[in-house]
């Protein structure tokens, strides 16, 4: 009569022939806790050693099909085991972009955008994105009404950024002091004049935490909602 119980020497044999092909073994610790709608490599063992036992002696199984039999089951563990890996590298980046998201906050940053918040000492900073060459470049500054205040002029530039900064003061060396300014870029090439496109300086204050794939998103003083991907320079 057949029995399910393994001798000490099959089952080192056994363990010996899944350490090489990746499958470990649980411990009895292990075994004892996992729950009964599970197969562990126990039972796989129980079940193999009853199908050997029970084979047609004529027709018995090829080493080639056990060995693939072993192989599906170390197959199934590594996936179980990576699935493990996985959940715990999800776990550390979302702690690593909690932590990166709230490094930003407090920061000043350079985004896309025409309203300019004053520093500390009641002046301004930018740039002016030029989608090609120019020949003369000005920026004008003006304040919440409307009324112009300041007009710089940058000369010509090839394209790209072109910084430009306005200490707050007006032709008479007095600070104006708004805490807000409206930054508008005028381009020249050859004879015509366009618009381009500005970056101003501002503080972020707010860091959102982002689930999934949601991209990190900032609110940045005077501009609003942007995403970590419109940043263009960081101030420290």
Excluded: C, H
Excluded at 19 to 37: C, V
């Amino acid at each position: 009569m057949a029995t399910s119980n393994i001798s000490s020497q099959a089952q080192q044999s056994l363990d010996a022939l899944l350490s090489k092909i990746g499958a470990k073994k649980l411990s009895d610790a292990q075994a004892s806790t996992a729950p009964k709608t599970t197969l562990g490599q126990d039972d796989f063992l129980k079940l193999m050693t009853a199908q050997m036992s029970n084979q047609d002696p004529f027709q018995p199984q090829s080493n080639t099909e056990m060995i693939a039999q072993m192989a599906q089951f170390s197959t199934v563990t590594g996936i179980q085991q990576l699935n493990q890996t996985m959940s715990s590298v999800q776990s550390e980046i979302s702690q690593n972009r909690i932590a990166t998201a709230a490094s930003f906050v407090g920061r000043t940053v350079l985004v896309p955008g025409s309203t300019a918040l004053a520093d500390s000492t009641g002046g301004i900073s930018g740039a002016v994105d030029l989608p090609a060459s120019a020949s003369g470049l000005t920026v004008q500054i003006s304040r919440s009404t409307g009324e112009l205040v300041k007009t710089l002029d940058l000369g010509a530039n090839p394209s790209g950024l072109v910084g430009f900064s306005w200490d707050g003061k007006d032709a008479g060396g007095n600070v104006i002091g708004d805490n807000n300014y409206t930054v508008k870029a005028i381009m020249t090439s050859g004879s015509r004049q366009s618009a381009a496109a500005t970056d101003v300086y501002g503080p972020i204050t707010e860091a959102s935490i982002p689930s999934g794939n949601e991209a990190q998103s900032f609110t940045v003083g005077g501009i609003g909602k942007i995403n970590l991907t419109d940043i263009k320079s960081i101030k420290f």
